[in-house]
């Protein structure tokens, strides 16, 4: 069923039963991949999923109801479930649903959408990952994996005042995890890329040469240390923490950025900014998830806190305006407030220049468990790490079987200096982008 | 859902361009989540799913459709896709099913929409009001209602056509204490396989003050130090260790590929003797069991480790075909939307042979790990952790001062060896646990046990 069709049956169940303020906002994605096992073709999908969400203000609370069934009886029920659970949330303000305004200006995406593979040119990149993985090393063994995908998102948005979005876009992935064995351990290494030509993105061999720089981990003593975050977890890190810039977090008492926009929150080499059209980025987004035009913003410059992220709501509550960064994590989700691409700004130190400034210290290359082992409330993080030693400023020998703790706040403050070499995530509509970056004053615990 | 003449159809396009099984996986749930926060009823999410996929094997090679077009048309091009994705075009067979029943043994009194959600707005709203009034310092409180009724229906070109009807209900409470510009969280979480009736046995009020309480020894406590050290790690959602450690890696989807620290190794003894771990998908309402799995095999009650040796792995379809061993009715999946692969159900460390109180007394200096939080493995490499939500030392035998911020690290076939106690005081904890086919409810669970040796990662 066409989202006009899907408008047209909601508007008017909606008319019918006399509400005056509604929206309708419609994802639908088709995935696509194909993996590969042990050198060979293993695994074939191709999926679509999706469905609709109608929220309503009824007495001034607002109540939303949702389906994947895109049948006409089953789209008219949502209006009476959406009001009658509407209903039962305490009301607060009056609910807002966004009137466009005659100058109201959606930006370009910047990245053209990527075509869709057929599932042939899939199963050629998983395949010829495989080959390239057992072709770098006579240590590689059964159970390395590959995989290549990609997935088109549609999301569709109107409401009753007039407002009408729709937007399409796409990805594309390639995944190689290389297992080797040199007799005496297993060890591991994975890489993912945007970039479907095996030989130009070079995973597999970057997932080989990673599993083989493993090997012979030793432990590490407990003590503090200094260390360099790759690029990969920094944007773990920064990821599983970017929940702390919400308005909302801040206004329930949730982040402890709560009223400190506009102070030093963080060392001066630090700058994050949220960019919904971050070059590179093929899930750009011109619109949130009630209709306002997205744009690229500091929420961190030089350490100063420039922003939060702001809703309709949330921004009226808190005497601010809406920074167009109303989210919605599926379509059946509630409104929340996210960034689109946190962007992590680079300094000017490549890697080798990083790993000379800090002179001894740890290269940690592998977080692990972050759900887990972080609280966005406190800030507080104890997380499993692996990575190397770094001696006299150079790579001395991999280690694992420790773990790094902290506090989230405090280590933004204890940057000491931001790489320049960039990773960005291969991800929704919401991803991190983040180079590597020396941090003081980490607490390592291994053995005594 | 489907009709059985469209099912037989659907399989028969499906096989029909050379795969030798087929199966179809069909489901509709309707999900209630109720969000609390400052005191007030936020959101209402209120959401049916519902899809279907469908899954072709040749040999050990995969092919999966799934859609949410659940139209006739819908349907055939979603079987015409996964054949096409097969081969060529080839002869189609008739395909006959069997419809059966497997024995009912979990029963629900009250069915999500049998209950008017005013009532279970009231729930959420007691249990989050009792957190607030534990103590002036709470100064937020974040509920969630979550209930679940998802009917699915399996069939297969064996002839198998079974239909099943879970449900699931949960409350879960996260306070925050506040002091001297600091926030320190706790969280509470249990849910059952059952009905609305969960909270005839469960308090509302008490899951409330339980997280409340969580957070405020928290905002007491000092950093865990680090360092390896003797842990004692409580029953309940401590199962969290054995799930994360070994559990995984008792799974077909690693074991099936050669991928597991557990692979070839059935019969040897691979932990303390003391360890015998079960995974239970018959228990009685448990949160992570049902009649059948999302292949339709029946749930088992599946012997993992007997006394510290290898007995059994779990084992999904495509894990039996690649193993050459039994399915024990462990193919789970999110929704239709993903291929389903063997999980943990309801899966727990057995009582051993331990007094709890003799337990903390051997400690000398330790950890004693009260509530754990979440965790990751590596399979490969056995490498795992999780985090400890609220945590003691121990001195000289006795529970000492609080401490926070603390993951528990190691490895998993070591630290089956050191746990060397076994307490009496078997109970299990509710979680959610994510993996290739998704985020699916699973039960950990254990008595108190102790563990010689782990790293503990806290402040130095």
């Known amino acids: ?448 | 859902m489907i009709a059985k003449e469209l099912l037989g159809e659907l399989l028969s396009i499906a096989v029909s361009t050379g795969g030798d099984f087929a199966e179809i996986f069909a489901e509709r749930e309707h999900a209630t989540r109720i969000h609390l926060v400052s005191s007030k009823v936020e959101a209402i999410r209120d959401q049916v799913i519902a899809g279907v996929g469908i899954r072709v094997f040749c040999g050990t090679k995969t092919y999966y459709a799934s859609t949410s077009n659940t139209t006739r048309e819908g349907l055939l091009a979603c079987a015409a896709a996964v054949a096409g994705a097969v081969g060529e075009a080839g002869e189609r067979r008739h395909i006959s099913l069997s419809p059966d029943a497997v024995a009912k043994r979990h029963t629900v009194k009250h069915y999500p929409d049998d209950v008017p959600t005013k009532e279970k707005t009231d729930i959420l709203r007691e249990a989050c009001t009792a957190a607030r009034a534990v103590d002036e310092r709470i100064s937020q409180v974040d509920g969630t209602y979550l209930d679940s009724d998802r009917a699915i229906l399996v069939a297969n070109t064996d002839g198998l056509c079974r239909e099943d009807r879970k449900v699931r209900t949960r409350l879960v409470v996260s306070a925050v204490a506040s002091a001297a510009g600091e926030n320190q969280s706790g969280f509470y979480g249990p849910g059952g396989g059952v009905g609305i009736e969960f909270f005839d046995t469960v308090c509302p009020r008490s899951v409330g003050a339980r997280a409340a309480r969580q957070a405020l020894t928290n905002l007491t406590a000092a950093y865990c130090p680090a360092g390896t050290m003797t842990v004692a790690i409580e029953n309940g959602f401590g199962g969290v260790i054995f799930h994360e450690a070994c559990g995984h890696s008792l799974e077909a989807t690693s074991v099936g590929i050669g991928a597991s620290q557990m692979a070839g190794k059935l019969g040897q003894q691979i932990a303390n003797p003391k360890v015998t771990a079960i995974d239970d998908g018959t228990a009685l309402g448990g949160w992570g069991s049902y009649h059948i799995d999302d292949e339709g095999t029946p749930a088992t009650r599946n012997v993992l480790i007997e006394n510290g040796i290898l007995k059994n792995y779990m084992i999904d379809r495509l894990g039996a075909r690649r193993l050459g061993l039994p399915m024990t009715g462990c193919g789970r999946r999110e929704s239709y939307a993903f291929e389903p692969t063997s999980r943990m159900t309801n899966t727990f460390i057995d009582n051993g042979p331990d007094k709890n109180e003799d337990i903390i007394a051997s400690i000398e200096y330790g950890l004693y790990a009260k509530e754990m939080g979440g965790g990751s493995v590596n399979p490969l490499t056995g490498e795992f952790n999780f985090a400890v939500k609220e945590g003691y030392i121990v001195r000289n035998g006795k529970i000492c001062e609080p401490v926070r911020g603390a993951a528990l690290i190691g490895r998993g076939s070591e630290i089956l060896q050191d746990i060397d106690m076994v307490g009496q005081n078997l109970k299990t904890g509710q979680g959610m646990c994510g993996s290739s086919s998704g985020t699916v409810p699973t039960d950990v669970g254990q008595p108190l046990i102790r563990v010689r040796k782990i790293t503990v990662g806290g402040r130095s």
């Open chain 1, 1 to 448: 069923m066409s989202f006009e069709r899907i408008k047209e049956i909601l508007f008017e169940a909606a008319r019918t039963a006399g509400l005056t303020d509604y929206d309708v906002y419609y994802r639908m994605a088709t995935d696509l991949s194909a993996e590969a096992l042990n050198h060979e073709p293993n695994a074939s999908a191709f999926g679509t999923a999706g469905g609709v969400s109608f929220r309503c203000a009824v007495d001034g609370r607002i109540g939303a109801a949702s389906t994947e069934m895109l049948e006409e009886g089953e789209l008219a029920a949502l209006v009476p479930r959406a009001m009658e659970n509407a209903a039962l949330v305490d009301a607060d303000e009056e609910p807002i649903f966004y009137t466009p305004k005659a100058d109201d200006v959606y930006g370009t995406v910047t990245e053209a959408k990527p075509a869709i593979p057929t599932a042939t040119e899939l199963r050629h990149t998983a395949m010829e990952l495989q080959d390239r993985i057992y072709a770098a090393s006579d240590l590689v063994t059964d159970g390395t994996e590959t995989a290549a995908g990609a997935c088109e998102i549609s999301v569709c948005l109107a409401n009753s005042r007039g407002l009408s979005l729709s937007h399409s876009a796409a990805m594309r992935y390639a995944y190689a995890e290389a297992v080797i064995h040199d007799g005496t351990e297993p060890s591991f290494g994975a890489a993912m890329s945007g970039e479907l030509d095996a030989a130009k993105s070079g995973i597999a061999e970057k997932a080989v040469t990673e599993a083989i720089a493993r090997l012979g981990g030793k432990p590490v003593k407990t003590g503090k240390y200094k260390v360099v975050l790759s690029a990969k977890q920094t944007r773990a890190l920064f990821a599983t923490f970017s929940g702390i810039y919400s308005g909302k977090q801040a206004m329930l008492g949730l982040s402890l950025l709560a009223g400190k926009e506009n102070t030093e929150i963080a060392s001066p080499v630090l700058t994050i900014y949220d960019d919904p059209f971050y070059p590179g980025n093929t899930m750009q987004m011109p619109f949130d998830g009630e209709g306002v035009p997205t744009t690229k913003k500091a929420l961190v410059e030089n350490g100063v806190l420039k922003t939060l992220l702001y809703d309709l709501t949330t921004a009226k509550k808190t005497g601010h305006t809406t920074t167009g960064n109303a989210h919605r994590g599926s379509y059946a989700d509630p409104v929340s407030i996210s960034s689109f691409c946190h962007a992590v700004a680079p300094g000017s130190a490549t890697l080798d220049e990083l790993f000379t400034e800090m002179g001894e210290g740890l290269y940690i290359t592998e977080l692990k468990g972050m759900h887990a082992g972080c609280d966005a409330v406190t800030g507080d993080f104890s997380i499993e790490s692996a990575g190397f030693a770094v001696k006299e400023g150079k790579l001395a020998g991999a280690v694992k079987a420790f773990t790094v703790a902290g506090n989230f706040f405090e280590l933004l403050k204890n940057i000491a200096a931001v790489g320049c070499e960039v990773e960005t995530g291969v991800s929704g509509f919401s991803t991190v982008a983040a180079p590597p970056m020396l941090v003081l004053d980490v607490s390592v615990a291994g053995e005594e």
